[in-house]
């Protein structure tokens, strides 16, 4: 079954208000990463949260972590119109060796 | 750029055809992986490499077969494939003991016709 699930599935704001995405997941894990994919390029790493760390911040970004609840959240701000994109989290578990990928957020940010 | 590189970036083939795809890395990395993505569908994984052994095949049908030469260059066979096999087939790579942070090429967006 599928480890991350990713909601809202699609979310559309305007240029310089906030994007928020929301992840949950099933069992513990390692770290948990987000990745962003313009359409039908590769993915591109964007920050990692170990499982021991409760937020991370990189520039824009800002991503939460509640294994408790085993969601965690990636917010946006100030959004811009090239942060058009699909966002997926990732999650890295116990000796498994590979990420396990949710379905994904479609962001559009509208100029 | 990420570093990681995929030839072809597009490829429309027959079902009788065969074709491979090409990933190469330039990262140092000791792991590479081939993911399927279909239209709405969640990253597939496909295989995994780890220091040049596969290590995963997660039930993926015999039509495709990875090879992975040496710790820089992973192949994808195909052959026969199928329709349903239309998808964009990416290639990734790893350092596995730095918490798998994952670095994709761009993908080949691949047509069975």
């Known amino acids: 079954s599928q480890q991350g699930e990713e909601d809202p599935q699609a979310l559309s704001i305007q240029e310089g208000e906030n994007a928020t995405m929301n992840c949950s997941y099933k069992?513990?894990?390692?770290?948990l990463q987000w990745y962003r994919q313009n359409s039908g390029r590769g993915l591109v790493h964007l920050i990692l949260?170990?499982?021991?760390?409760r937020e991370k911040h990189s520039g824009r970004l800002r991503v939460t972590l509640d294994t408790s609840k085993k969601s965690s959240s990636l917010l946006i701000t100030a959004s811009r119109a090239a942060d058009t994109a699909s966002y997926f989290c990732?999650?890295?578990?116990?000796?498994?060796?590979?990420?396990?990928f949710g379905s994904g957020t479609q962001l559009t940010v509208l100029p | 750029e990420t570093g990681v590189t995929q030839t072809p970036r597009h490829l429309v083939m027959g079902m009788t055809n065969k074709k491979s795809l090409k990933c190469e890395q330039h990262?140092?990395?000791?792991?590479m992986y081939w993911y399927k993505q279909s239209a709405k569908k969640p990253l597939e994984l496909m295989f995994v490499?780890?220091?040049?052994?596969?290590?995963e095949n997660n039930s993926v049908p015999s039509r495709f077969s990875p090879e992975c030469p040496n710790s820089s260059h992973l192949f994808l066979h195909l052959h026969t494939l199928q329709p349903e096999d239309s998808a964009l087939y990416l290639c990734?790579?790893?350092?596995?003991?730095?918490?798998?942070?994952?670095?994709f090429g761009p993908g080949t967006r691949l047509t069975v016709l």
């Open positions: 490499y780890s220091l040049e052994e596969r290590v």
């Open positions: 990734a790579s790893s350092q596995e003991s730095s918490g798998n942070e994952q670095f």
């Open positions: 990262l140092g990395h000791n792991a």
């Open positions: 069992t513990s894990i390692n770290n």
């Open positions: 990732a999650t890295l578990s116990g000796s498994a060796r590979q990420l396990t």
């Open positions: 949260i170990r499982s021991n760390e």
